[in-house]
């Protein structure tokens, strides 16, 4: 059915009007909403889990966030801090919980956004048999829900087990087993560094993992990311600080990896075979499981009937906002949406400044009808 056609009666209910809808439930989304809530507009938040938490409740068990609990905070309330220096999961998703309840922000779930599409009165929001007409959409959905695996020769011939990061959850059900963790990121070296304990493992990186110092966190990488804010912004070139958001935060657990010796990676293999991987001097392994630390793209899928995702995956944006379709924003999916914006505390910045934009719009509408 052409969403451009759909009748409103083919809705359970007719579509809600409202000034904003925010379609995702984690970080970015509560942040937009914290904003939203302070300008006084009329908004829904549209979240496809089954509770409030985000991406965060989906993490492995020892998940640690690689800054304090005051460098890890969403606008306007601080989390609170925890015995450990860095936040478990559990301490994220409970905050994250709370944040919710704190500022009354209207969460609507699970509800799962099927389609973004335009109409001349706004951007029809729909999800099942509910649906928003919504004057303004921030999307906010992140990235968990796209995982992404790199295909190699012989991967579907291969019968062992295969899982991304964003399924793995502790290292038991491999114990005793032969793993391959592929990735050079943080993901890749904090479950490498909890593997080695129970399994043989091997990290496979396409080059050699970057470090960074000990006393290094999340902290000095968010200092960095506002660096480049500011250099951007004044119009000066960027600033180069040693470490970026993708190298390798030496948290306890890391550290601990490298004393005993494990933290070590090799090059990629070259094919899979039925029962494991071949490398590239010939030599063959028996592999049990391969747990992919490949990344995310963004999930942009509710997004396919507006016509603005480009040929890499991503949203032609200007401050956040979409190019050909200025009803849209993205806030959190990565550097291409802001400095820092896909973490807790970078989100801030840009979550800010889609609302001030969506405020202006709004108010040149009215302006227009009155």
């Known amino acids: ?90 301490h994220v998703v409970n905050y994250l919980a709370q944040y919710e309840k704190r500022y009354n922000i209207p969460a609507q779930r699970p509800v799962r956004v099927t389609a973004v599409s335009p109409q001349e009165n706004g951007l029809l929001v729909t999800a099942n048999t ?30 062992g087990e295969q899982l991304h990061s964003a399924h793995y959850r502790n290292p038991e059900e491999f114990r005793g087993k032969n793993v391959l963790v592929v990735g050079a990121g943080n993901s890749g070296a904090q479950i490498l560094a909890e593997l080695s304990q129970v399994c043989h493992v091997t990290w496979v990186t396409l080059e050699e993992p970057t470090f960074l110092p000990d006393d290094v966190d999340g902290r000095v990488l968010f200092e960095h990311a506002t660096e480049r804010w500011k250099a951007h912004s004044e119009g000066r070139p960027h600033p180069a600080p040693t470490g970026g958001l993708g190298d390798i935060v030496m948290v306890p657990p890391v550290r601990e990896a490298r004393e005993r010796g494990v933290l070590k990676s090799v090059r ?53 906002r979409s190019v050909n379709e200025p009803r849209l924003w993205l806030v959190g999916y990565g550097e291409w949406c802001g400095f820092a914006s896909a973490t807790l505390i970078g989100v801030m910045r840009s979550a800010r400044s889609a609302v001030a934009q969506i405020n202006d719009y709004l108010s040149s509408l009215a302006e227009q009808t009155a």
């Open 1 to 90: 059915m052409d969403s451009l056609k759909t009748p409103y009666s083919a809705y359970r209910y007719a579509p809600q009007k409202i000034d904003v809808a925010v379609v995702g439930g984690g970080q970015s989304a509560l942040a937009a909403a914290y904003f939203l809530r302070r300008a006084g507009l009329n908004y829904v938040v549209l979240d496809d889990q089954q509770e409030s938490g985000g991406a965060w409740q989906h993490g492995w068990d020892s998940l640690r966030l690689f800054s304090p609990a005051q460098w890890s905070s969403l606008p306007g309330w601080l989390m609170p801090p925890v015995a450990e220096q860095y936040p478990p999961r559990d």
């Open 268 to 320: 990629p293999f070259v094919n899979f075979v039925n029962d494991g991987v071949v490398w590239a001097d010939g030599t063959r392994s028996q592999v049990d499981a391969v747990i992919w630390c490949t990344g995310f793209r963004p999930a942009l899928a509710h997004l396919r009937a507006l016509n603005v995702v480009n040929a890499t995956g991503r949203v032609d944006v200007v401050e956040g």
């Open 130 to 159: 509910d649906a928003w007409l919504a004057k303004t959409v921030v999307s906010a959905t992140g990235t968990w829900g796209h995982p992404f695996v790199p295909e190699y020769p012989g991967q579907a011939d291969y019968r």
